[in-house]
T-cell receptor
Framework: AQSVTQLGSHVSVSEGALVLLRCNYS??????LFWYVQYPNQGLQLLLK??????LVKGINGFEAEFKKSETSFHLTKPSAHMSDAAEYFC????????????FGSGTRLSIRP | SAVISQKPSRDICQRGTSLTIQCQVD?????MFWYRQQPGQSLTLIAT?????????ESGFVIDKFPISRPNLTFSTLTVSNMSPEDSSIYLC????????????FGEGSWLTVV
């Protein structure tokens, strides 16, 4: 069965600092992986997705993630944090039997310090 | 991209009542999904709704509690029956964009509070 583990329920960085949100996955087959963002009192928005093309995936708002098969990781990064990046971030993996059905990690709340 | 509209966006419900959430998509989609996000938690899949067939429920969710309709390729409803405070959650509708691995789009969610 597929699963994702997000390390750190809460990450706090200073404005302008590097953002690193960690995600490890478990899948018996090459997975499809996603990062979603949820701003306060809003729904989910797709940041980026990995579908077996380039291992470095660029998303919206300056975020990117690198698929590392050897480490079963798909960490999300952004070189310079902005106050508007404060949100909840979810890593997700598709379910093999139904690639359209995805399983979410527990989420990481990102706070930005002025 | 798919645009998903959910109604209601928010509601406060009395214990023991039922509420139906509507999900409308601006294009025809084969599969629609319903998720629940309890306060401070991640998203959990409730069921998959395919047009013309019964919904498929995940472990821990049953049709009597969460009946789902899928009358056509652009619309679905989720009913939360006999609500209790534990049902206070965000309920999100999602659709897949086509090929496997395509973008999964989410509605803005329906924020239910049961009192």
């Amino acid at each position: 069965a597929q699963s994702v583990t997000q390390l750190g329920s809460h990450v706090s960085v200073s404005e302008g600092a590097l953002v690193l949100l960690r995600c490890n996955y478990s899948s018996s087959v090459p997975p499809y992986l996603f990062w979603y963002v949820q701003y306060p009192n809003q729904g989910l928005q797709l940041l980026l997705k990995y579908t077996s093309a380039a291992t470095l995936v660029k998303g919206i708002n300056g975020f990117e993630a690198e698929f590392k098969k050897s480490e079963t990781s798909f960490h999300l990064t952004k070189p310079s944090a902005h106050m508007s990046d404060a949100a909840e971030y979810f890593c997700a993996v598709s379910v093999t039997s139904s690639a359209s059905k995805i399983i979410f990690g527990s989420g990481t709340r990102l706070s930005i310090r002025p | 991209s798919a645009v998903i509209s959910q109604k209601p966006s928010r509601d406060i419900c009395q214990r023991g009542t039922s509420l139906t959430i509507q999900c409308q998509v601006d294009s025809q989609v084969t599969m629609m999904f319903w998720y629940r996000q309890q306060p401070g938690q991640s998203l959990t899949l409730i069921a998959t709704a395919n047009q013309g067939s019964e919904a498929t429920y995940e472990s821990g969710f049953v049709i009597d509690k969460f009946p789902i309709s899928r009358p056509n390729l652009t619309f679905s409803t989720l009913t939360v029956s006999n609500m209790s405070p534990e049902d206070s959650s965000i309920y999100l509708c999602s659709v897949e964009g086509g090929l496997p691995g395509n973008t999964i789009y989410f509605g803005e969610g329906s924020w239910l509070t049961v009192v």
